[in-house]
């Protein structure tokens, strides 16, 4: 029986292989294409619990598209549902103290605030949210109209958030007058008082079906601020992408998005503005310029952009009118080839200046998934070296440069994306990303013409093709985000 108990081994995991794939894309969790012990244990409990003898079976089972309740059950055993009240204290601090006070000025005239905790599992992070709303924060938000959504792709999760019981654990770093504040004894539960549901609902939600899409277009510009903490660490690529995508545009603008500590900060920050704040961090949609404590100081090692850092950046010329996309560039990154240095840089340096290698294209993955780690300094330590093997490596001195404006060193950012142009006058990143910068310094002029060039650039090319170190942002999304970060300029002095 194929994919039986007797099955040869290559067979059988040829079957669980092919279970992986379709869970993955049910659910967009490619962490289980690696995790395959967790994966093959939850599958064989379920066939145990259904008396089938074989994977074969169960894979017939989940494919024909009968048996939704047995997705459901498989999606909540695989699922990782570990949650408590309050988790992250530091981000809930950067919450209280900078994030809902700055939205509530905002948003002073509607007096409300919509908050999103996408992936809330039972229901901790939103009941948490709406506890520091109504009692820590009753002085500032007394009197408005807050909805808190949560949402969590499983049945199970969400029938326990619904029904607000929770147990000692649950609450494990809540002082004891806080519990007797918010939580009413249910039996050996805790059961969370109305005034703190008041405004809190759930719904389901599969970051990698229809219904997300849809969530999204009906949801346009309107959460304040959205918590997706620990949910983009099981996705691939370019879900994660599309799921950012979609939490960009649900978004008002100026909102803020809370994510787990171990999400892809590089792709986080091709969208959203890095905000850190006594010892944590977030991000903000839009163009942004809230003043912050001094920047810490260079590590040593730091690499200092060339001379012609400062050098002016021409702005590009206009798009020819009816100018047609090249059709050679559609699939690939931009740019396709390097404008050649001026003439004084190409000359034959010393030789003991030349590297006997050329930095390698991982030697950039490697930084790019330090940072991505919250690795600030190993992520600088990286790119410092392969700017020092090869000066003219511009996307090395783009994710330096990113590194940098998280760390609030917003001038040496700069300078980098500055000399990352002056390389390469076709990197659209780079012009897009010094747009943001001279605007979050205050060099409004500067952050317009950046946005135009980056708009132009990246409607030259075909709108499906990949930019360069976008990590599988397109030209057309990037030009849509350069048209959004400039209208957030328009009034704006100069």
């Known amino acids: 029986m194929t994919g039986g108990l007797n099955a040869l081994p290559a067979e059988r ?14 659910t967009g969790m490619s962490y289980y294409m690696e995790n395959h012990g967790g994966f093959e244990r939850v599958v064989s409990q379920r066939m145990k619990t259904l008396g089938l003898a074989s994977r074969s079976a169960y894979l017939d089972l989940l494919a024909n598209g009968a048996s939704e309740r047995e997705w459901a059950c498989l999606i909540e055993d695989l699922v990782v549902s570990e949650t408590y009240f309050f988790r992250y204290p530091d981000q809930f601090r950067l919450l209280r103290e900078t994030a809902i006070p700055e939205r509530v000025s905002a948003r002073s005239r509607e007096r409300s605030l ?22 820590d924060m009753a002085g500032l938000t007394g009197g408005w109209d807050i909805s808190i959504l949560g949402a969590d792709i499983s049945d199970r999760n969400l029938s326990k958030a619904r029904e607000g019981l929770f147990t ?30 008041r405004g809190v609902s759930f719904m389901k939600m599969n970051f990698a079906g229809q219904d997300f899409r849809h969530f999204t277009e009906a949801n346009r510009g309107r959460f304040d601020i959205v918590l997706c903490r620990n949910v983009l660490i099981y996705f691939d690529s370019e879900l994660t992408h599309r799921v950012l995508r979609g939490l960009f545009e649900v978004m008002a603008p100026g909102g803020w998005l809370c994510v787990g500590h171990a999400e892809p900060y590089m792709e986080i920050a091709h969208l959203f503005t890095p905000v850190f704040r006594d010892g944590s961090f977030a991000y903000r ?17 730091f690499v200092s952009p060339p001379a012609y850092r400062q050098a002016e950046v021409p702005e590009l010329t206009a798009v020819e009118p009816g100018k047609p996309a090249a059709p050679e560039l559609r699939g690939i990154s931009m740019p396709v080839s390097r404008p050649a240095m001026p003439k004084e840089k190409r000359s034959e340096p010393a030789r003991g200046n030349v590297p006997e290698t ?14 991505n780690k919250g690795d600030w300094d190993g992520a600088e330590a990286v790119c410092s070296r392969i700017i020092g093997e090869d000066e003219f490596n511009a996307e090395a001195r783009l994710v330096l440069a990113l590194v940098l404006e998280f760390q609030e060193r917003l001038d040496e950012s700069a300078s980098l994306l500055r000399s990352a142009i002056y390389i390469d006058r076709e990197f659209i990143l780079a012009h897009y990303h010094l747009g943001l910068i001279s605007a979050r310094i205050g060099k409004l002029d500067d952050a317009r013409r950046s946005l135009r060039n980056a708009l132009r650039l990246s409607r030259i090319v075909d709108g499906d093709c990949r930019i360069a170190a976008g990590e599988g942002l397109t030209a057309r999304e990037l030009a849509e985000l350069a048209v959004i970060q400039a209208r957030s300029l328009e009034g704006g002095p100069g």
């Open 13 to 26: 995991e040829t079957v669980l292989t092919s279970l992986r794939d379709l869970f993955v894309e049910r």
């Open 114 to 135: 919509a908050i999103w905790s996408a992936g809330c599992a039972t229901g901790a992070e939103p009941y948490s949210l709406g506890m520091m709303l109504r009692r």
């Open 168 to 197: 000692d654990w649950d609450m494990r770093t809540m002082l004891p007058e806080e519990i007797d504040a918010c939580f009413e004894k249910v039996g050996g539960k805790w059961r969370v008082r109305d005034r703190f549901r």
């Open 285 to 301: 949609k839009g163009i942004v310029n809230i003043p912050a404590a001094a920047p810490p100081a260079p590590v040593a090692g």
């Open 358 to 371: 050329p930095a390698r294209p991982e030697d950039v993955n490697a930084a790019r998934d330090l940072a």
